[in-house]
T-cell receptor, first 112, second 113 residues
Framework: AQSVTQLGSHVSVSEGALVLLRCNYS??????LFWYVQYPNQGLQLLLK??????LVKGINGFEAEFKKSETSFHLTKPSAHMSDAAEYFCAVSEGAQKLVFGQGTRLTINP | GAGVSQSPSNKVTEKGKDVELRCDPI?????LYWYRQSLGQGLEFLIYFQGNSAPDKSGLPSDRFSAERTGGSVSTLTIQRTQQEDSAVYLC???????????FGSGTRLTVV
C-alpha cells in the first residue's frame, strides 16, 4: 500500500528565506503526487501535482516540487518565503484508484 | 456551484446523538470523497464514491459511520451514537474521473460533548 512521510511536523523560516518542505512516498506503481495547502479554518487547496512527464512541477504562489524517483521524494520548495505562506502543507500520493493518501502535514511558520 | 459546499460548518452535539453532515460537490464531478481531520492524525480517508460504482467504504472506522450519495450528486455522512473521539473536521472533496486532484470543501467541524 502507498504511504507518505513528511519530515518535520513544524518548519520555521524567515521572510525572504528558502522554503523546503520534505516529502517521501512509498508506492508499488508509478505514483501521482500532490501538494495541498491549508490555511486556518479552510479546506485544502491544490498547490501542484505531478502525474507524468516533466519531473519539475510548478504550482501556484511561486511553489515548485521535483519528483525524484530514485529517492522516492517530492519535496516542495519556494525561493523566497512570504508571510502569507504561513499555513499547513500536505503531501499526498495516489496509485491506481483515485483515493489519495496524505502525509501528516507540515506547519510552516514565517518569521518577520 | 463554483466550489464544494459543506454544511453545517460547525456542529456541536451531545454524546450518543446521531449527526448528518452534508456535501454538495462541484457540478459534473463524478467522484466524491470524505476525509476526517483530527488533531495530530492528519487526513484520514473515510469513503469514496465514483459514479454508479459501489462505494469504497474501506476507511469507515466503525459501523456507526455510513454515507450515501443521492443521484450522483449530494452526499450525506451519518454518524450514529456519536462518541467524543468522533470530534474532528470532516472534509468532503470532489473530482473529475481523472487523477488530477481534488477540490475540497471548507469542512464541518464536529464537536461531541
Amino acid at each position: 500500500a502507498q504511504s507518505v512521510t513528511q519530515l518535520g511536523s513544524h518548519v520555521s523560516v524567515s521572510e525572504g528565506a528558502l522554503v523546503l518542505l520534505r516529502c517521501n512516498y512509498s508506492s508499488s506503481v508509478p505514483p501521482y503526487l500532490f501538494w495541498y495547502v491549508q490555511y486556518p479554518n479552510q479546506g485544502l487547496q491544490l498547490l501542484l501535482k505531478y502525474t507524468t512527464g516533466a519531473t519539475l512541477v510548478k504550482g501556484i504562489n511561486g511553489f515548485e516540487a521535483e519528483f525524484k524517483k530514485s529517492e522516492t521524494s517530492f519535496h516542495l520548495t519556494k525561493p523566497s518565503a512570504h508571510m502569507s505562506d504561513a499555513a499547513e502543507y500536505f503531501c499526498a500520493v495516489s496509485e491506481g484508484a483515485q483515493k489519495l493518501v496524505f502525509g501528516q502535514g507540515t506547519r510552516l511558520t514565517i518569521n518577520p | 456551484g463554483a466550489g464544494v459546499s459543506q454544511s453545517p460548518s460547525n456542529k456541536v452535539t451531545e454524546k450518543g446523538k446521531d449527526v448528518e453532515l452534508r456535501c454538495d460537490p462541484i457540478s459534473g464531478h463524478t467522484a466524491l470523497y470524505w476525509y476526517r481531520q483530527s488533531l495530530g492524525q492528519g487526513l484520514e480517508f473515510l469513503i469514496y464514491f465514483q459514479g454508479n460504482s459501489a462505494p469504497d467504504k474501506s476507511g469507515l472506522p466503525s459501523d456507526r459511520f455510513s454515507a450515501e450519495r443521492t443521484g450522483g450528486s449530494v452526499s450525506t455522512l451519518t454518524i450514529q451514537r456519536t462518541q467524543q473521539e468522533d470530534s474532528a473536521v470532516y472534509l468532503c472533496a470532489s473530482s473529475l474521473r481523472d487523477r488530477g486532484g481534488y477540490t475540497f470543501g471548507s469542512g464541518t467541524r464536529l464537536t461531541v460533548v
